[in-house]
């Protein structure tokens, strides 16, 4: 016995290293027969860590080699701002901003006498109970905390200020008293936990709203009894008939529920000028019932409405829609063909018809899947995109019947007031209010394989997102980004954050030169200026 515990280690040594050559040999013949990748083939094994890195090279790529104002869509530091606001309630930092100042950029202006935070117009009156996370040890390897309750101020606007959609024309118009809402995000896309989580958090916030997304109302968005904007794109999802044509007698059910506060027809989508996709191992029963396909089949939704094909019927169709619904009806569009964007206003202008909203989605919004040449070069920016629409219908006289929703990532309070300043009078926000969930940016969206559980329906990934954790840290970044706001207000020597406009902001280029917003925006005059070098092209 003492013979056999003496040789024993040297035994299991010869073992393991007679397993690893086999195992080494294995691969090794594997590789060089294989005749799919010439790399394996000429390197075997070699040419296999080479693979193995490249898959992981994201991860590494995020967590140890990139700074933090470095990586696409959002940097590391944008993604912990909004981590830190919604499980900490927290934007403070220390030393100084890690914002490169040598490049080109917008900046607000700052007042030589800003207002104090009680002159400031906030509609503090109703607290909110909510949970936040204190540190309370932090190590190299080890991290201590505790979640705790907490009544914040909800930093609403005052009722004269608020934002009234469709006060002119609908029975029912819709009151926002925040100007920071969630984007469209559909269920089936997201999975129950996310979207639950995403309406329970919104509804503690309150003074915001919750966009359905295309794939149709479901229990989960109503689940936290947040204000509803169903969203409808050209596949009809929970208002259409079992022929695929829209059901008038479905959308009067849905205009009836008290939530929905107001609709969207889904023109395009900053990352995807196309219908809505789902691939059909996201298609459930459940899915498949809330938007009235059949369950396992791909979705993938026509490149726009068949009921109308042009201003005129799309008008008529906003107005039917109007008076049988009685809730405001807007628009989601892409800005991108200028001359149909001034046929829209001049239209909305010979007809007195048109939408009670447009949601302007820049070229860099986000989507749970979409075809690559769709995201990186069809549709401009919202910091170029929304100027031109807000220009455009103050040309022809319509600006004040209808208010426009900015989006594609303003996901800080310092983008968000930029894009009241060019004209936003709301804002959107998708990713931001995902990360706020649990998203950790894995870009696995489309392949119901989310790590994090958000953008997936598997019930087991699904699991690790829990809803009465999560909901909290929702309604802490939409609070946050309001304060935001109303501190950036304040430095700008205004009283309210709805008071943005374009003298309260700058462009400064990388040589330090510094522009009006009027001077570099693309304004009607600019456009027929650029039309009539073209005309002279010709």
Known sequence: ???????????????????????????????????????????????????????????LRQYLFQSNLEGTPFPRKEFEDIVKAGKYKERLIGFGSERDFTKSGYYIRNSMFP???????????????????KVDEEGLITRKEHREEKQVDPYYLH??????????????????????????MSYGALGKHAITALSKGLAIAGGTWMNTGEGGLSDYHLAGNPEIIMQIGPGLFGVRT??????????????????????????????????GHLEGEKVTEEIARIRLVEPGKTINSPNRFYEFSNYHEMFEFVERMRDIGGKPVGIKIVVGDLDSLEEMASIMKETGMGPDFISVDGGEGGTGATYQELADAVGLPIQSALPVVDEMLKKYNVR????????GKLITPDKIAISLAMGADLVNIARGFMIS??????????????????????????????????????????????????????????????????????YKDEWGRVSSVGDIILTPDKVDAIRDKERAAK
């Open 1 to 59: 016995m003492t013979e056999m515990r003496k040789i024993l280690p040297a035994i299991l040594k010869g073992t393991a290293l007679l397993g690893a050559a086999a195992a080494a040999a294995y691969v090794y013949r594997k590789d060089d027969t294989q005749k799919q990748h010439s790399i394996l083939r000429n390197f075997p094994i070699v040419g296999r860590i080479r693979y193995i890195t490249e898959h992981i090279g994201p991860e």
């Open 400 to 407: 004040n019947r209808v208010k426009l929703i900015a989006s």
């Open 159 to 184: 009722d004269e200020d608020a934002v009234i959609i469709g006060e002119d024309t609908c029975r029912k118009p819709f009151k926002v008293k925040g100007l920071v809402g969630q984007s469209a």
């Open 115 to 133: 207002l104090q935070r009680e002159e400031l117009r906030i509609d503090n009156s109703r607290k909110i109970n909510t949970m936040v996370y």
């Open 437 to 506: 969930v649990g998203c950790i940016m894995a870009g696995k969206c489309h392949t119901n394989s989310c790590p994090a559980g958000v953008a997936t329906t598997d019930p087991k990934l699904q699991d690790g997102l829990v809803i009465e954790e999560k909901m909290y840290r929702v309604a802490n970044y939409v609070i946050s980004l309001r304060e935001g706001l109303f501190n950036l207000a304040a430095a700008a020597g205004i009283d309210t954050p709805v008071k943005f406009n374009r003298k309260h902001i700058v």
């Open 242 to 275: 079992p022929g695929g044509e829209f059901s008038w007698e479905e959308f009067k059910r849905k205009s009836e529920i008290e939530q929905v506060k107001a609709f969207e027809l889904k023109l395009a989508q900053g990352a995807k000028i196309r219908g």
